[in-house]
C-alpha cells in the first residue's frame, strides 16, 4: 500500500513538473520573441530601449524566482506526502495488529470458543457455560 501511494505522489507531482515546466518555456520563449522586437525596432529610442529590456529582464527574473519557489514547493510537499504516507502505513499496521490480538483473547478465553462453520464461513460464538 505504502509502495503504490508513493508511486502516485511521484507520478503527480512527475505530471505538474512537466505542466510547469511547459509553462516556463513558453514564458522564456514569449520573452525572447520581445527582446528580439525590441532590438529590430531601429525607431524606437535608446531610453524606450532601455524600458522595455529592463522589463523583460524583470520578467525573466520572476520566472526563476518562481521556479526556485517551485522546486522548494514541491521539495516539501514531497516530504509531507512521504511522512503522510508513513504514518497512514504505521496507523493501518498498528489497527490491524490491535484487532488481531483482539480475536486472539477472545479464541482463548474460557468462557467462549470461536467455531468457524465451513458452510456459510461466518464466525460462530458459541457459550461453553452451559
Same mark, same amino acid.
Given at each position: 500500500?505504502?509502495?503504490?501511494?508513493?508511486? +502516485?505522489?511521484?507520478?503527480? &507531482?512527475?505530471? +505538474?513538473?512537466?505542466?510547469?515546466? %511547459?509553462?516556463?518555456?513558453?514564458g522564456l520563449h514569449q520573452a %525572447?520573441?520581445?527582446?528580439?522586437?525590441?532590438?529590430?525596432?531601429? &525607431?524606437?529610442?535608446?531610453?524606450?530601449?532601455?524600458?522595455?529590456?529592463?522589463?523583460?529582464?524583470?520578467?525573466?527574473? $520572476?520566472?526563476?524566482?518562481?521556479?526556485?519557489?517551485?522546486?522548494?514547493?514541491?521539495?516539501?510537499?514531497? %516530504?509531507?506526502?512521504?511522512?503522510? &504516507?508513513?504514518?497512514?502505513?504505521?496507523?493501518?499496521?498498528?489497527? !490491524?495488529?490491535?484487532?488481531?490480538?483482539?480475536?486472539?483473547? !477472545? $479464541?482463548?478465553?474460557?468462557?467462549?470458543?470461536?467455531?468457524?462453520?465451513?458452510?456459510?464461513? +461466518?464466525? !460462530?460464538?458459541?457459550?461453553n457455560s452451559e
Open positions: 500500500m505504502r509502495i503504490e501511494l508513493q508511486r +502516485k505522489a511521484y507520478e503527480l &507531482i512527475h505530471e +505538474k513538473t512537466m505542466q510547469y515546466n %511547459q509553462l516556463q518555456d513558453l %525572447q520573441e520581445q527582446l528580439e522586437r525590441i532590438d529590430s525596432n531601429q &525607431i524606437m529610442s535608446e531610453t524606450s530601449r532601455t524600458i522595455m529590456i529592463n522589463a523583460v529582464d524583470k520578467k525573466l527574473a $520572476g520566472i526563476i524566482d518562481n521556479a526556485t519557489r517551485f522546486i522548494v514547493q514541491l521539495n516539501d510537499d514531497m %516530504q509531507l506526502i512521504s511522512k503522510d &504516507i508513513n504514518l497512514i502505513t504505521s496507523s493501518g499496521q498498528h489497527f !490491524i495488529q490491535r484487532h488481531l490480538e483482539q480475536f486472539q483473547l !477472545i $479464541g482463548m478465553s474460557d468462557d467462549a470458543t470461536v467455531l468457524l462453520d465451513n458452510s456459510s464461513e +461466518k464466525l !460462530i460464538n458459541v457459550d
